[in-house]
């Protein structure tokens, strides 16, 4: 990211004793402000300025007002004017243009009129187009450290709700949302994510901006960087991943459960730590890496921000019964008959779902393993979950610059790691997450109106 007191400039000439002049003149130039970082371009027609202004941002343009489309074609005011069109379509459109002309006033008129952030003056080597650009230069320095201090002290979007998988997480929770209203928003660079952007309404007459990401590929690393730049693109108030995990401490039948045994398909398991099982050191006195005796723990724990883990903790704590309802109510609408007939490895599902909140454990690896997974428990006898991506959520909101946003993971549980099989309950279990962070949601919110009342 370009630093506030860094002005990237791109001189539009076709003449090349003007196209030195000018880059000579601006690199002249003492600014009041300190350390400034002048970096200028050269374009000598319409073609290279816009391959260059395809590729990167300019905080000012100095565009001659009549260039040629090539390098040896004719110079026209119309070339100009399509130039400058293209510059104000452009979702990165530059704080400042500066037209210089050497043609008639009235022929100029013709074609451009002035805005706010253009403006035409007359070259002259020693002309006052070089004070006036300087000004705007100055302005254009404190503007940036301005909006660099606003973004980092300011949220954007409301909520940003991650997900990893398309079909059984993306699809269901966008589905399931009950969106009031469309957001209206820049296009940002979100290559090909699937994404949805809208409206909910929280209580009677509040209403919150949610955009929904899948990340379209599970793993830490992935994850990381995808959250990262979602943080700083939205600066939301709340950063969510939503979606399935495999349970520990299994309970494959509900109705036979043993003492020690916790989760079952649908629980709702909500992060309030995690950590990478798999951050330590192997050592060789164990060949085949499952005696948890050989492994050196290195993980490092992550949790939400202490305030907002509070919060959640506190809503958990007083809305428990209210949530398993309304996941409970959630899955017996759907069709349990065709659902208990694909469940295979000797698991059962009961819609009676239960509200957890502690650790959850990332990884790199996709487990299906007996065995792993016991060693996975041995080393964390505490944890709850096992997935592949919300350390590294937090990972993410933790290295953010400026303002954090409120970081939370809550994932349904959908498999137990072990090879037994329940598909159909995958996107019903990413539901769940949703409703269980819906009411986190309302309920905060409330809090903190009464907190702050």
Not at 17 to 33: G, H, P, Y
Not at 258 to 266: D, E, V
Request: with cysteine; charged share 25%; hydrophobic share 40%.
């Amino acid at each position: 990211m370009r630093a506030s007191n860094e002005i990237k400039v791109l001189v539009v000439e076709d003449t090349p004793q003007k196209l030195n002049e000018i880059v000579a003149a601006l690199n002249a130039v003492e600014f009041d402000a300190q350390e400034v970082k002048l970096q200028i371009e050269k374009a000598t027609c319409f073609s290279e300025a816009q391959t260059q202004l395809q590729q990167e941002f300019f905080d000012v343009i100095v565009l001659d007002l009549k260039i040629p489309v090539m390098p040896d074609d004719q110079p026209r005011l119309e070339i100009s004017r399509s130039l400058y069109d293209f510059v104000r379509k452009s979702p990165a459109k530059p704080f400042y243009i500066l037209g210089l002309t050497s043609v008639d006033d009235a022929e100029v008129a013709k074609v451009f009129t002035e805005t706010p952030n253009f403006s035409i003056q007359r070259y002259d080597p020693k002309g006052e187009w070089l004070e006036k650009l300087t000004n705007r230069i100055e302005f254009v320095l404190g503007a940036k450290s301005g909006l660099s201090n606003y973004l980092n002290n300011n949220h954007g979007m409301d909520v940003i709700v991650i997900t990893a998988r398309k079909a059984n997480e993306f699809d269901p929770i966008v589905d399931a949302i009950d969106w009031v209203g469309e957001y209206q928003r820049s296009d940002k660079p979100l290559g090909g994510l699937h994404h949805s952007f809208g409206f909910i309404r929280v209580g009677n007459d509040r209403e919150l901006s949610v955009g929904v990401i899948c990340l379209d590929e599970m793993g830490l690393s992935h994850s990381a960087a995808v959250a990262a730049n979602l943080v700083g693109l939205y600066r939301p108030k709340y950063l969510v991943m939503l979606g399935m995990c495999c349970g520990l401490k299994k309970i494959l039948d509900p109705a036979a459960a043993n003492l020690g045994q916790r989760c079952k398909l649908g629980d709702i398991i909500v992060a309030t730590e995690t950590c990478c099982w798999d951050e330590g050191k192997y050592e060789d006195d164990d060949p085949n890496l499952l005696q948890s005796p050989f492994f050196n723990n290195r993980a490092v724990n992550k949790h939400p921000t202490p305030e907002f883990g509070k919060l959640v903790v506190r809503v958990l704590d007083q809305r428990k019964k209210e949530i398993e309802k309304q996941v409970t109510d959630y899955y017996k609408s759907q069709d349990l008959a065709k659902l208990s007939k694909s469940l295979k490895g000797g698991v059962k599902f009961s819609p009676n779902a239960t509200l957890h909140w502690g650790a959850m454990v990332s990884g790199a690896c996709v487990i299906d393993s007996h065995d792993m997974i016991n060693v996975i428990e041995k080393r964390f006898p505490r944890a709850l979950a096992l997935e592949m991506e919300a350390h590294s959520i937090y990972s993410a909101a933790d290295s953010c610059t400026g303002l954090r946003p409120r970081t939370l993971v809550i994932k349904g549980v959908a498999d137990f790691g072990d090879g037994s099989k329940a598909k159909p309950v995958q996107a019903m279990a990413s539901v769940g997450a949703l409703f269980c962070f819906l009411q986190i949601l309302e309920n905060s919110v409330e809090i903190e109106e009464l907190d702050n009342s």
